[in-house]
Structures are given as structure tokens and as C-alpha cells.
């Protein structure tokens, strides 16, 4: 793997060119930034995932905020487990033996290097939530991340919705719009969204609790249809960082299309 993506680097990526591809896309100082990465679409990176990570530091500054989903999969309802599935007769026993989450501890899951690499820098802190947290550095870092809830954890009351407020802009690195978090929160905008029942193992006066929390049931498959309606109908800018195809846009136009695509699908 590593030999294909050194092959296929033209330009050795380092901070300073990695600074300058930001720049090159938009990125300012003071910005609020959501982050979704790949650090191997880059190509190669001199320093990995800590260069990534420097050059965002550097354009951004402490006069602005990174945001990074830190969500952590694995610390959820086994019942719906499908990658792998475990069989039912575990269910219970996984439900009472789970390590409780804990934000300094649990590690991040699916959600590449870059995020598991920036939620053990310094300053970086991360919201409460057992899987669907975010790590945030900078100016809007505590605003963010605090009071996280449990229940419907990408509504009102989490940090999706704190970005919204603040007129945050979306980075992807190298991703694409099936993984764009920011959808979710018009999902929950927009009327008839089902609830389903989740759980985790969470810190309760001092000890580990199996939490049962309400939930909407998330409609990712149609992430790729509103990111296209997007691309089309918004300001979309889109760039190379290294090698790695990269879009930037505003949450709030993000978070309102896709709320308008959920209230036309469910009216139907």
C-alpha cells in the first residue's frame, strides 16, 4: 500500500506545500472548519498525519476552530452490529461488559488517521458522546463540544448544530459526500425522521451503565443524491490537497439542503 501511494506522488507533500493547497482552496485564517480526511488519497505525506494536522493548525490558527468527527462505532447496540455481525446469544453480555466510553480513552473508529492522530494533541478536547463525538481545537473548541446529548446525537444538541450557528465551512480531504456528517443534521430537520432505540455503555455516577438513548434512523444511502444536488445548485469549491480531491462549502447550505431534500422525500 504504501509503495503504490509513494508511486503514484509526483510532489512529496510536506506542511508547507499542504499550507499552500489549503490557501489555494479557501481556507483563513479565523476560519470554523469541519474536517472529513483521507490521508492516503494525499498521496505521500512527509509526517503523515501530523503534517496534515500542522498545515490546518497554521492556516486556521488559534483565531479560528477545527472541528473532526471522532465517532467511535463500536461502542453501540450490538444488536445491529453488521461489520462483522455477532451472534445474539453475545448480545447481552457484550452490553454488560462493553468498557464504558471514555472520551480521553476510547478510540476513534472508521474514521481514518488524521482524527485519531488530533484527538491526543494538545488542546484538543472532545464532546461526550459514546459515538458520535467530535474533537475540536481553538477559539470555538468548549462552545462546540459541550452538552453533547446522548439522545439524537447529531440534532439540536450537538456540536452539528453548534457549527451551524457559527456559519462553520466543511472540509473534505479526499472524502466524498457518503460520509458528509453534516447531512444528518437536516435529517433531523426535517419532519417524519423514524426513531429507533440505541445504546452504549457510558460513566454514571462513578460507574458503568448500559444506556438505552433515542435515536433517528440515519438515511446515509441518499448522502451521494444531495451531495450531487449540492455540487449543482450551491457554492461548492473544489481543489486538490496533494493529490487527494477536495470540496469546500458552507455547513448551513449543506445542513438546508439536505433538509429540504428529507421533507420532499418523506412527503411522498
Known amino acids: 500500500m504504501m509503495k503504490e501511494i509513494v508511486g503514484k506522488t509526483k510532489e512529496m507533500n510536506s506542511v508547507n506545500t499542504l499550507v499552500r493547497d489549503f490557501r489555494a482552496l479557501g481556507l483563513q485564517k479565523g476560519m470554523t472548519i469541519l474536517v472529513h480526511s483521507s490521508l492516503s488519497s494525499i498521496g ?8 496534515v ?15 473532526m468527527p471522532a465517532q467511535s462505532g463500536d461502542w453501540n447496540e450490538p444488536s445491529k452490529w453488521g461489520n462483522p455481525p455477532v451472534p445474539e446469544s453475545w448480545w447481552e453480555e ?4 462493553m468498557p464504558a466510553f471514555d472520551k480521553d480513552k ?6 481514518g488517521l488524521i482524527p485519531e492522530v488530533f484527538r491526543k494533541y494538545p488542546n484538543v478536547d472532545r464532546s461526550d458522546h459514546p459515538s458520535a463525538s467530535f474533537v475540536a481545537w481553538g477559539k470555538n473548541r468548549n462552545y462546540i463540544i459541550s452538552n453533547h446529548s446522548i439522545d439524537f446525537s447529531l440534532g439540536e444538541q450537538s456540536p452539528l448544530a453548534r457549527l451551524y450557528d457559527l456559519d462553520a465551512q466543511v472540509l473534505f480531504i479526499g ?3 457518503f460520509t458528509n456528517t453534516a447531512f444528518h443534521l437536516g435529517e433531523y430537520r426535517a419532519p417524519g425522521a423514524e426513531i429507533v432505540k440505541e445504546g452504549a455503555s457510558i460513566i454514571e455516577n462513578g ?5 438505552v438513548y433515542n435515536d433517528i434512523e440515519f438515511a446515509v444511502g441518499e ?15 473544489k481543489g486538490l490537497i496533494g493529490l487527494a480531491e477536495s470540496r469546500l462549502f458552507s455547513i ?17
Open 44 to 51: 505521500w505525506v512527509n509526517g503523515g498525519a501530523m503534517a
Open 53 to 67: 494536522i500542522e498545515a490546518l493548525i497554521q492556516v486556521i490558527t488559534e483565531e479560528g476552530t477545527i472541528v
Open 94 to 97: 457484550i452490553r454488560q461488559t
Open 106 to 111: 476510547t478510540p476513534t473508529s472508521g474514521m
Open 175 to 177: 472524502t466524498g459526500y
Open 207 to 211: 460507574q458503568p451503565v448500559w444506556r
Open 223 to 237: 448522502f451521494e443524491e444531495i451531495g450531487a444536488i449540492l455540487d449543482r445548485e450551491y457554492d461548492v469549491t
Open 252 to 268: 448551513r447550505e449543506a445542513v438546508d439542503c439536505a433538509e429540504k431534500y428529507f421533507i420532499q422525500k418523506r412527503a411522498k
